[in-house]
T-cell receptor, first 113, second 118 residues
Framework: NAGVMQNPRHLVRRRGQEARLRCSPM?????VYWYRQLPEEGLKFMVYLQKENIIDESGMPKERFSAEFPKEGPSILRIQQVVRGDSAAYFCASSRLYTGELFFGEGSRLTVL | AQTVTQSQPEMSVQEAETVTLSCTYD???????LFWYKQPPSRQMILVIR??????QNATENRFSVNFQKAAKSFSLKISDSQLGDAAMYFCAYRSASSGGSNYKLTFGKGTLLTVNP
């Protein structure tokens, strides 16, 4: 009974490169959420997706950031032209219902040099 | 907008003793959920305990219990018989329960780092 799977666990990018973070929700979960954790901060909501739909992206920067959850395959958080301020841990969570309990993955730590 | 405040950046406790972590929140809603999450060095977010605002009874989960004071908007976590494995960052979180709106979002505090001394 696999939990929420995120990869890569660690990603190093140079400024200007692209970062792609993947999240496979728990089996039977069709709601995916991405949160960002900056150093010494709590997690902050970025985006909420259902299969093939972005429901709420109000917490995601308008530029350089995008997210998708295709019909097949994992959810992807994509950061283009990364800057040092993007260095953070990115957590994915999933739920069976949109008001259901969230189950978190182990996070992907992005370091921008 | 809701806010969650954890006023203790760090706390320490001796093994086998009891420690209380504080959390206050601000909301104009009457129906909501409150959570405590644990983040050990592995960084995974683990749900420790959950409280529904409409319930007067404080939630308990084995050695973990909460003191929920709705009028004071306070939600503290008590860890009894502390163990070395309890050492972690603890986050308090809020989620609205009102229908419609953003009742899927969790709002987190900044966390309290708990050290357990042997």
């Amino acid at each position: 009974n696999a939990g929420v799977m995120q990869n890569p666990r660690h990603l190093v990018r140079r400024r200007g490169q692209e970062a792609r973070l993947r999240c496979s929700p728990m089996k039977g979960h069709s709601h995916v959420y991405w949160y960002r954790q900056l150093p010494e901060e709590g997690l902050k909501f970025m985006v909420y997706l259902q299969k093939e739909n972005i429901i709420d992206e109000s917490g995601m920067p308008k530029e350089r950031f995008s997210a998708e959850f295709p019909k097949e395959g994992p959810s992807i958080l994509r950061i283009q032209q990364v800057v040092r301020g993007d260095s953070a841990a990115y957590f994915c969570a999933s739920s069976r219902l949109y008001t259901g309990e969230l189950f978190f993955g182990e996070g992907s730590r992005l370091t921008v040099l | 907008a809701q806010t969650v405040t954890q006023s203790q950046p760090e706390m320490s406790v001796q093994e086998a003793e009891t420690v209380t972590l504080s959390c206050t929140y601000d909301t104009s809603e009457s129906d909501y959920y409150l959570f405590w999450y644990k983040q050990p060095p592995s960084r995974q977010m683990i749900l420790v305990i959950r409280q529904e605002a409409y319930k007067q009874q404080n939630a308990t989960e084995n050695r973990f219990s909460v003191n929920f004071q709705k009028a004071a908007k306070s939600f503290s976590l008590k860890i009894s018989d502390s163990q070395l494995g309890d050492a972690a960052m603890y986050f308090c979180a809020y989620r609205s329960a009102s229908s419609g709106g953003s009742n899927y979002k969790l709002t987190f505090g900044k966390g309290t780092l708990l050290t357990v001394n042997p």
